[in-house]
């Protein structure tokens, strides 16, 4: 059985459609967990991102 998402929240920024669902977070802290957990991914990618094209480099 498939749970289907309700979908609360649908919009677009820029290239990226995002849909906020409120059927997976039941507790605050189920919601404290998830936005850790994001951020940490977000990070990564952003690191490697500035890595990638050199941001940062101090340049004379």
Known sequence: MTVQPNIVLDY??????IKIADNYCVTSA???????????????????EAVIN???????
């Open 12 to 17: 677009k920024i820029g290239n990226t459609h």
């Open 30 to 48: 189920d919601v404290k967990r998830i936005l850790r957990d994001v951020a940490k991914k977000a990070q990564r990618s952003l690191s490697a």
């Open 54 to 60: 050199g941001y940062g480099k101090v340049t004379n």
